[in-house]
């Protein structure tokens, strides 16, 4: 078995990582019977494939699924989702409680090996997403002008996701199940607009040509949109040589050197205008004057329309959105998360009828500083701390903005911090930690355990590394899992949020 080698007709068994697949070869050559297989790619269990090795190794093989030989019986084309599986779509085929078997049983595998340290786990049933489809409140779409980098198919026009795992592949669609009714009509009218237009369609390769990037952002509780039309405008300076090269391959394209470019961007803001009064949702609509020559969709902005934030609401908190706010992409999901969240606070003997006093709660890795903004009312402290200074400018406007006083918001590594937290033997009643996916940096993990707190909640994006972490807070600690608690935030994809309480006996 060597590398490049071609395997067909592999039957796929599970998911073993949140990203591979796991397959048994079954072969007549007793040295490879029964090998193991990972297989990377968007395939389903049940189903036959032929892969490419990747690498062979003495137990083990891992490879790329190359192509699909049968289709699983799991997989079912999604009624509302003609377009197959792709980025943030990669499960769209599989029925959405066969989506959560998997994403369940994989947070149970991951957390399996916990039991030699504590034999009594046991993973809570997993909460489903309150919506299904149309969940995003943000999406981003790029302009593109080739099907595949590859193939190099010249198409002139095509919209997809912002890059995903095949950033060289692009389809084009008019609507997607991922957003809502009214932001696919907003995409679809701007999508055409832009077509309609003798402008060309950013190049991602030459790096010039015009159309970028859009954006759009829905509040669902208040059902408010903001719009970001990315464009690079500096093309406009040029358009006299570049047309006539562009010219060239579309006969269809009208000669733009007739036109001034100021009465170009007139007519674009024109339109936008006009768009954000034919739809009452739309509060905000920004152009992005984007030249930067990395794939980013905002750049200088300009507010052409309405007000510069949207707002939206979570549990009794409101929040504005500007067009560079973090904020959880699933804004039903993020409800229910952070309900269970304090619910396992609340079940906490040490919180009287629901009278909760913490002293202080610690939160560590803030990002839209949401989770800490919902204990604020239950704690004399919340003390929050996020890399990411946008993030923390973000966090304050809007703990402002619903009276919050008693958070302080800490711009630093979490591992710098806790460094100086223990120095000064602070103590912290709750701590949530709630990190990225490579889980807690290696200097900040032992910290944790350095001070006091009565309970800890681990919000988690990557049941391997929360596996890695509960592993060695188990080995070095007395605190136990009390309860483990999948969430899940991302239909259709094969992202999981693992929600764990650890207390001390
Ligand atoms: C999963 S998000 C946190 C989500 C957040 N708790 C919420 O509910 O919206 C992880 C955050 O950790 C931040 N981060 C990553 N590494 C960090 C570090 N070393 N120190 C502090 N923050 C970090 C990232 O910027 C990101 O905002």
């Known amino acids: 078995m060597k590398k490049n080698e071609i395997i067909k007709n592999v039957v796929v068994e599970k998911l073993v990582f949140w990203w591979k697949w796991f397959a048994r070869l079954k072969s007549d050559n007793k040295d490879i019977d029964w090998k193991a297989i990972f297989i990377s790619g968007w395939v389903v269990p049940g189903s036959v494939v032929n892969i490419r090795i990747l690498k062979s190794r003495k137990d083990y093989i891992e490879a790329q699924s190359q192509e699909l030989v049968k289709k699983s019986p799991l997989e079912k084309e999604h009624p509302n989702n003609p377009f197959g599986m792709q980025a943030w779509l990669a499960r769209a085929n599989i029925p959405y409680d066969e989506q959560l078997k998997i994403k369940a049983w994989q947070v149970e595998e991951s957390i399996f090996h916990l039991k030699k340290f504590q034999n009594d786990l046991v993973v809570s049933p997993i909460v489903p997403s309150p919506i299904i489809d149309w969940y995003r409140n943000k999406i981003e779409f790029s302009f593109w002008k080739y099907i595949s980098a590859k193939e190099w198919k010249n198409e002139h026009f095509n919209l997809w996701f912002h890059k995903q795992w095949e950033f060289s592949k692009i389809q084009d669609f008019d609507w997607t199940i991922l957003i809502s009714e009214v932001a696919n009509k907003i995409f679809k009218e701007i999508k055409d607009f832009a077509k309609a237009s003798w402008l060309p369609v950013y190049d991602q390769f030459d790096q010039k040509w015009f159309f970028r990037h859009i954006v759009i952002r829905q509040a669902f509780f208040t059902n408010q949109i903001m719009v970001i039309f990315s464009i690079n405008h500096k093309y406009l300076d040029v358009i006299p040589a570049e047309a006539g090269i562009y010219k060239k391959g579309n006969?269809?394209?009208?000669?733009?050197?007739?036109?001034?470019?100021?009465?170009?961007?007139?007519?674009?803001?024109a339109f936008l205008n006009k768009l954000a009064l034919k739809y009452s949702e739309i509060k905000s609509i920004y152009l992005s004057l984007n030249d930067n020559r990395s794939d980013t969709s905002i750049w200088e902005l300009e507010l052409i329309y309405g007000n510069e934030f949207i707002e939206e609401k979570l549990l009794w908190l409101t929040f504005n959105i500007s067009p560079k706010s973090f904020f959880q992409t699933n804004s039903y999901g993020a409800e229910k998360l952070y309900n269970e969240v304090l619910n396992l606070v609340n079940s906490e003997q040490w919180i009287v009828n629901n009278d909760w006093n913490l002293w202080t709660v610690l939160d560590l890795y803030g990002w839209t500083w949401t989770i800490g903004m919902v204990f604020a009312p239950h704690s004399k402290k919340v003390i929050s701390v996020e890399l990411v200074t946008d993030a923390s400018k973000d966090g304050e406007a809007n703990a402002n903005k619903n009276g919050i006083k008693n958070m302080e918001f800490i711009n630093a590594k979490v591992e710098d911090f806790l460094d100086d937290y223990i120095?000064?033997?602070?103590?912290?009643?709750?701590?949530?930690?709630?990190?990225?996916?490579?889980?807690?940096?290696?200097?900040?993990?032992?910290?944790?355990?350095?001070?006091?707190?009565?309970?800890?909640?681990?919000?988690?994006c990557n049941p391997a590394t929360l596996s890695r972490d509960l592993s060695f807070i188990l080995q070095n600690s007395?605190?136990?899992?009390?309860?483990?608690?999948?969430?899940?935030?991302?239909?259709?994809?094969?992202h999981i949020e693992t929600i764990v309480s650890l207390t001390k006996s």
């Open 251 to 269: 006969d269809n394209l009208i000669d733009p050197r007739v036109e001034h470019k100021d009465n170009i961007m007139e007519k674009i803001k």
């Open 478 to 494: 007395d605190y136990k899992i009390e309860k483990i608690i999948p969430v899940d935030m991302f239909p259709h994809t094969s």
């Open 423 to 460: 120095k000064k033997w602070e103590k912290a009643e709750l701590l949530i930690i709630d990190p990225p996916r490579t889980g807690m940096h290696p200097d900040a993990l032992p910290n944790i355990l350095k001070f006091w707190t009565k309970q800890i909640i681990y919000v988690s």
